[in-house]
């Protein structure tokens, strides 16, 4: 069965440092997600991506924050600077573009640590 | 805004005994609504879903959940629980926009006991 895949499984950064999370969605998807999991909150929203750009964002999702679909397969969360409260798990999620097709798949996750 | 709630944070349920979990949402429209399982360690595991038509949806590992429109409502019940449904179980709405992005409940974390 067709997963949702993310590398790597766990990054730890220093404060500053700039990270890439990766994620390669379902095959045949179109519509690509990043959600983040603080420790002991509630999954959160950060952005959505069709159609090689970004359709919505949250108000996480601010100018230290970026994605890219650099190629047909791959889809990337890149954070410039980070901080300590990015400290969370980075969670991809890809869906398809058809119609009564709304539920999307999630990959494991990245858990970021950053110190 | 959106919003779903979900009431119980900690459920324990003896193996064999049947579960329910509750969902509530808040949204304008029509909700997409979604259940999540997360075992230790592990991503978000679609259970099931309701998009329209009947209210009562099934799901995998025997679990169903009701949608409840009066109620603004979808909670998720399986009759005889397994040792391996002990997880967090996450509730989700959904928006009819573009970018169908997902809001979440808070999660209930379900212990079963021997």
């Known amino acids: 069965e067709p997963e949702v895949t993310q590398t790597p499984s766990h990054q730890v950064t220093q404060m500053g440092q700039e990270v890439i999370l990766r994620c390669v969605p379902i095959?045949?998807?179109?519509?690509f997600y990043w959600y983040r999991q603080i420790l002991g909150q509630k999954v959160e929203f950060l952005v959505s991506?069709?159609?090689?750009?970004?359709?919505?964002k949250s108000e996480i999702f601010d100018d230290q924050f970026s994605v890219e679909r650099p190629d047909g397969s791959n889809f990337t969360l890149k954070i410039r600077s980070t901080k300590l409260e990015d400290s969370a798990m980075y969670f991809c999620?890809?869906?398809?573009?058809?119609?009564?097709?709304?539920?999307?798949?999630f990959g494991p996750g990245t858990r970021l640590t950053v110190t | 805004a959106q919003s779903v709630t979900q009431p119980d944070i900690h459920i324990t349920v003896s193996e064999g005994a049947s579960l329910e979990l509750r969902c509530n949402y808040s949204?304008?429209?029509?909700?997409?609504l979604f259940w999540y399982v997360q075992s230790p360690g592990q991503g978000l595991q679609l259970l099931l879903k309701?998009?329209?038509?009947?209210?009562l949806v099934q799901g995998i590992k025997g679990f169903e959940a009701e949608f409840k429109r009066s109620q603004s409502s979808f909670n998720l019940r399986k009759p005889s629980v397994h040792w391996s449904d002990a997880a967090e179980y996450f509730c989700?709405?959904?928006?009819?926009?573009?970018?169908?992005?997902?809001?979440f409940g808070g999660g209930t974390r379900v212990l079963v006991k021997p």
């Open positions: 999620a890809s869906r398809e573009d058809r119609a009564n097709s709304y539920e999307q798949y």
């Open positions: 095959s045949n998807h179109l519509y």
């Open positions: 991506f069709y159609n090689n750009e970004i359709s919505e």
């Open positions: 949204y304008g429209a029509t909700p997409y």
């Open positions: 309701y998009f329209s038509g009947d209210t």
């Open positions: 989700a709405v959904g928006e009819q926009a573009a970018g169908n992005k997902l809001t």
